[in-house]
């Protein structure tokens, strides 16, 4: 089993829906959980980060992590032509080093106008 | 406008020539990355340097060599033993190892 497991879709939304992208992960040490966006030939950037467990919302994003179901998601409400992107999971043990981070596959998300 | 400069955007290789991409940062990071990413796989790391003149393996670090002579500066030579180079080449920076990773534009690096 790989340490994270991600559907790597693609996956086709009409404008507006909502958005839910999720990882799976096998390692219990985990602890540090990241979203990135990556445009298509573009450098990701980070979307969301969060701490253990728990929810963190920032605008139309919403991340969420169940560490006893190793179980991470992404919400997007109200989503946009503009969200269209792949998504990237990625986490770590230990804040320290970002050496340490493994990603997942990305989901390859088009949102339809 | 600080940021991760990477060129060229697109590089052709030739069977048994060495090549070499470039990443600049002028974010006054500390910390430089290389990953390679391939179609239908997450990031995987090449090289990583926390520090000017020191840098160290990442994952599949085998074929790639890299240098950190100047802070600002992080080069990655794809050499002839590197058998499978074609990828999309992400450099990346963070101020230190546990904070915000940033990516540069990336590399895309075919063979002829």
Redesign the interface.
């Known amino acids: 089993q790989k340490e994270v497991e991600q559907d790597p879709g693609p996956l086709s939304v009409p404008e507006g829906a909502i958005v839910s992208l999720n990882c799976t992960y096998s390692n219990s040490a985990f602890q540090y959980f990241m979203w990135y966006r990556q445009y298509s030939r573009k450098g990701p950037e980070l979307l969301m980060y969060t701490y253990s467990s728990g929810n963190k919302e920032d605008g139309r994003f919403t991340a969420q992590v169940d560490k006893s179901s190793k179980y991470i998601s992404l919400f997007i409400r109200d989503s946009q032509p503009s969200d269209s992107a792949t998504y990237l999971c990625a986490m770590s043990a230990s804040q320290g080093g970002s050496e340490k981070l493994v990603f997942g596959k990305g989901t390859k998300l088009t949102v339809n106008p | 406008d600080g940021g991760?400069t990477q060129s060229p955007k697109y590089l052709f290789r030739k069977e048994g020539q060495n090549v070499t991409l470039s990443c600049e940062q002028n974010l006054n990071h500390d910390?430089m990355?290389w990953y390679r990413q391939d179609p239908?796989?997450?990031?995987r790391?090449i090289y990583?340097s926390q520090i000017v003149n020191d840098f160290?393996k990442?994952d599949i670090a085998e074929g790639y060599s890299v240098s950190r002579e100047k802070k600002e500066s992080f080069p990655l030579t794809v050499t002839s033993a590197q058998k499978n180079p074609t990828a999309?080449y992400?450099c990346?920076s963070?101020r230190a190892?546990?904070?915000?990773?940033f990516?540069?534009?990336?590399t895309?690096l075919s063979v002829l």
């Not at chain 2, 239908?40 to 990031?43: F, P, R």
């Not at chain 2, 190892?97 to 990773?101: A, H, S, V, W, Y």
């Open positions: 991760i910390a990355y239908g796989q997450g990031l790391l990583y160290q990442g999309f992400l990346a963070n190892t546990n904070e915000k990773l990516f540069g534009s990336g895309q």
